[in-house]
């Protein structure tokens, strides 16, 4: 265990002088937890591989889950892409800095740990005033995957950080909520056609936007055994109840919850009820349940900003199962529906 530094910024006029002792535990091979306009990331200097690995050490993460880069002005990812494409300069000048991650071909020279061993490099610039400055000030390509122990739910405020990593890295850096929510889109750029790994915040209406109508592939055509992104294999996003993720008709699923909040109240078991505004008239008011509101089932992004914060209070009321309504798959609600998922396991059950 060491002596964590816990350091409070103002999002809105980062302190340069706290920042600058972050970039000096980077750039001397230490571990900085920072704020993005998604979630807390935990970083590493990639051309240091022994800091890189210590990312996977520190957070429990498999070796072959690759990490994403973060860069702070456009010449870097020259730096570090062997090739960039028209396509990749068009989405970069259009989407960055902000919550997109592209795939490309890699260069020599950037360590096998950072990409897990794959012929491709994850590259994004993120727009949180204090990631920015941080990165600007260290100077260097940063790696940094989510700040919290592999496989729970993302960390979207700094308190979450502190209560998965403190005394295990060298600064935590704690700005209070992000922005977001989720993780950025991961989008591949290697392959014949874009293709979406990981849904986020940049949606894929927004990319074909500017690509075109049916140029970009969704997550579910991607067919492979190994992880290409993060976030694409392994079970992600859990808090420690069971997560029963349901689809169907909202009527459907308040018959549903009413049935199970009924089991709940005569055991004497505590439930959660991750679900929308629109539902609450459907959850009575009762001791063994928690409704936890995604916000309006109409506005994803409420729903996108709110979700992991939720999933961590399930786990600070000691509740026991949770009932989670699939949100609409349209904007950032697909990248709300992948967490879900990936959270309850990779099961939805379809209520009729």
Same mark, same amino acid.
């Given at each position: 265990?060491?002596?964590?530094?816990?350091?409070?910024?103002?999002?809105?006029?980062?302190?340069?002088?706290?920042?600058?002792?972050?970039?000096?535990?980077?750039?001397?091979?230490?571990?900085?937890?920072?704020?993005?306009?998604?979630?807390?990331?935990?970083?590493?200097?990639?051309?240091?591989?022994?800091?890189?690995?210590?990312?996977?050490?520190?957070?429990?993460?498999?070796?072959?889950?690759?990490?994403?880069?973060?860069?702070?002005?456009?010449?870097?990812?020259?730096?570090?892409?062997?090739?960039?494409?028209?396509?990749?300069?068009?989405?970069?000048?259009?989407?960055?800095?902000?919550?997109?991650?592209?795939?490309?071909?890699?260069?020599?020279?950037?360590?096998?740990?950072?990409?897990?061993?794959?012929?491709?490099?994850?590259?994004?610039?993120?727009?949180?005033?204090?990631?920015?400055?941080?990165?600007?000030?260290?100077?260097?390509?940063?790696?940094?995957?989510?700040?919290?122990?592999?496989?729970?739910?993302?960390?979207?405020?700094?308190?979450?950080?502190? @209560?998965?990593?403190? /005394? !295990?890295?060298?600064? %935590?850096?704690?700005?209070?909520?992000?922005?977001?929510? &989720?993780? #950025?889109?991961?989008?591949?750029?290697?392959?014949?056609?874009?293709?979406?790994?990981?849904?986020?915040?940049?949606?894929?209406?927004?990319?074909?936007?500017?690509?075109?109508?049916?140029?970009?592939?969704?997550?579910?055509?991607?067919?492979?055994?190994?992880?290409?992104?993060?976030?694409?294999?392994?079970?992600?996003?859990?808090?420690?109840?069971?997560?029963?993720?349901?689809?169907?008709?909202?009527?459907?699923?308040?018959?549903?919850?009413?049935?199970?909040?009924?089991? @709940?109240?005569?055991? /004497? !078991?505590?439930?959660? %009820?991750?679900?929308?505004?629109?539902?609450?008239?459907? &959850?009575? #008011?009762?001791?063994?349940?928690?409704?936890?509101?995604?916000?309006?089932?109409?506005?994803?992004?409420?729903?996108?900003?709110?979700?992991?914060?939720?999933?961590?209070?399930?786990?600070?009321?000691?509740?026991?199962?949770?009932?989670?309504?699939?949100?609409?798959?349209?904007?950032?609600?697909?990248?709300?529906?992948?967490?879900?998922?990936?959270?309850?396991?990779?099961?939805?059950?379809?209520?009729?």
């Amino acid at each position: 265990m060491i002596k964590t530094e816990i350091i409070r910024v103002n999002p809105e006029a980062p302190d340069g002088e706290a920042l600058a002792q972050a970039a000096a535990i980077l750039r001397q091979g230490g571990l900085v937890a920072f704020p993005t306009e998604t979630v807390y990331g935990l970083g590493a200097v990639i051309y240091n591989r022994t800091s890189v690995q210590k990312i996977f050490t520190v957070k429990g993460r498999p070796g072959d889950n690759p990490l994403i880069v973060h860069i702070y002005r456009e010449e870097q990812l020259h730096e570090l892409a062997r090739e960039t494409s028209a396509t990749a300069l068009i989405l970069a000048r259009r989407f960055w800095p902000g919550p997109l991650t592209m795939i490309l071909p890699k260069k020599e020279g950037i360590p096998a740990e950072v990409s897990a061993g794959l012929p491709t490099v994850a590259v994004r610039w993120p727009s949180h005033p204090v990631a920015r400055e941080l990165l600007r000030q260290t100077d260097r390509p940063v790696a940094a995957p989510s700040a919290n122990l592999s496989g729970r739910p993302s960390p979207t405020r700094g308190s979450h950080v502190i @209560a998965d990593l403190d /005394g !295990k890295v060298e600064m %935590i850096i704690d700005a209070g909520p992000t922005g977001v929510g &989720v993780e #950025s889109t991961v989008l591949d750029l290697t392959s014949a056609r874009p293709r979406i790994l990981r849904p986020g915040g940049v949606t894929r209406e927004m990319l074909e936007a500017v690509l075109g109508e049916g140029s970009v592939d969704a997550p579910e055509q991607v067919k492979t055994d190994r992880p290409l992104a993060p976030g694409m294999k392994y079970r992600h996003y859990a808090p420690q109840a069971p997560i029963h993720f349901m689809a169907g008709a909202p009527a459907s699923i308040h018959r549903f919850l009413q049935g199970r909040i009924e089991e @709940a109240r005569q055991a /004497g !078991k505590k439930i959660g %009820i991750l679900a929308y505004d629109e539902d609450r008239s459907a &959850v009575p #008011s009762l001791p063994e349940v928690e409704f936890l509101s995604l916000g309006r089932r109409t506005n994803p992004a409420e729903g996108a900003e709110r979700l992991f914060h939720l999933l961590r209070l399930c786990d600070q009321v000691g509740v026991e199962e949770i009932y989670a309504v699939a949100p609409p798959r349209t904007g950032v609600g697909e990248a709300v529906y992948n967490r879900l998922f990936k959270a309850a396991g990779g099961k939805v059950e379809e209520i009729k």
